[in-house]
């Protein structure tokens, strides 16, 4: 009875085992790799919904609307802008700023959904 119930939990298998040594020399648990594998879903679906996000931009915003949302938040691997700089910059007030962001995210939402 004894080496039946041992056969049995033998293949029985916990996130606190050793797997292997790492490079460093230092034990490597299998919660260790697990982990790893839930940081690399993370990212996959980050950059996922990065890309819907940037053909729901192109496909659903004008021009002058784009120009906006991709200066407030640095859509474009620039650093994102207040309502006062995109102003300047476009040459529209803040206000109108405002208002051209807001229905442009409005717009993105619908999209996204």
Do not use: N, W
């Not at 119930?5 to 996130?15: E, F, G, I, T, Y």
């Not at 790893?36 to 879903?41: E, M, R, S």
């Amino acid at each position: 009875m004894h080496f039946r119930s041992q056969r049995k939990s033998a293949q029985d298998v916990s996130l606190s085992d050793y797997i292997e040594a790492g490079a460093d020399g230092a034990p490597l648990e299998l919660m260790d790799v697990v982990s790893d594998d839930c940081d690399l879903l993370e990212l996959v679906t980050t950059k996922e919904s990065v890309r819907q996000l940037r053909r729901a931009v192109d496909a659903v915003l004008t021009d002058q609307e784009r120009q906006v949302i991709c200066l407030r938040y640095g859509l474009e691997g620039k650093p994102p802008l207040r309502q006062r700089e995109v102003a300047e910059i476009t040459g529209i007030s803040r206000s109108y700023v405002s208002r051209i962001e807001k229905r442009a995210l409005q717009k993105l939402r619908q999209a996204m959904e």
